[in-house]
């Protein structure tokens, strides 16, 4: 990480999380996974491995939101941290 380019750096800060099965290596997804946002009240679940399920009817041109906890467990404190 710390002789990555600066570019990549700032990818991986924003866009990356650490993985909470390997120290040392972080996660950067690249499904469409990440084009969501966080949500405290997410309108997903993926609690259950393996997908997603809508918590509600989610409208036509509605932001598909879920909460980032439910894959990194450290999320809230940090992202407080940071904010």
Known sequence: YE??????RELLDRYA???PDKPGFMV???DNGRFM???ERPNTDFSQYGGATAT????AGEEITCDYGEFFE???RLHLATA
């Open 3 to 8: 002789a990555a380019p600066a570019h990549l």
């Open 17 to 19: 999380y650490p993985s």
């Open 28 to 30: 950067y997804e690249v």
């Open 37 to 39: 946002n966080h949500s």
């Open 56 to 59: 509600r009817d989610i409208a």
């Open 74 to 76: 450290d999320f809230a």
